[in-house]
Nanobody
Framework: QVQLVESGGGLVQAGGSLRLSCAAS????????MAWFRQAPGKDREFVAA????????IYADSVKGRFTISRDNAKNTAYLQMNSLKPEDTAVYSC???????????????????????WGQGTQVTVSI
């Protein structure tokens, strides 16, 4: 089992920045690829960004590319999402997720499909005002 706890959400004006953190506990952190998803009211859950076990491979949704950066600190068992140039349409509950990988599958790139992720945090609210 892996427990994920997000923090860092809040209210920010358009154009501002926030950094979300996802603290993991319970298993070896490097065995997991990490991702961020978001869900706005009345909308489906949306992929935001994902990162492989070492941090050497990342992918982003087109809507956040160039504005958001996903990273991880394996020594701290924590993943991050740095969000810059925030827009009102970024308003959502942001959740981190972990996908277990073994020695063979960790060679593959991160995934965007939420059904591939094994563990989820409770989410943190991000609200961007005009």
């Amino acid at each position: 089992q892996v427990q994920l706890v997000e923090s860092g959400g809040g209210l920010v004006q358009a154009g501002g920045s926030l950094r979300l953190s996802c603290a993991a506990s319970g298993r070896t952190f490097v065995d997991y690829f990490m991702a961020w998803f978001r869900q706005a009211p009345g909308k489906d859950r949306e992929f935001v960004a994902a990162i492989n076990w070492s941090g050497g491979s990342t992918i982003y949704a087109d809507s956040v590319k160039g504005r958001f950066t996903i990273s991880r600190d394996n020594a701290k068992n924590t993943a991050y999402l740095q969000m810059n140039s925030l827009k009102p349409e970024d308003t959502a509950v942001y959740s981190c997720a972990a996908e277990a990988r073994n020695v063979l599958t960790r060679r593959l790139p991160p995934r965007v499909d939420p059904n591939r992720y094994d563990y989820w945090g409770q989410g943190t609210q991000v609200t961007v005002s005009i």
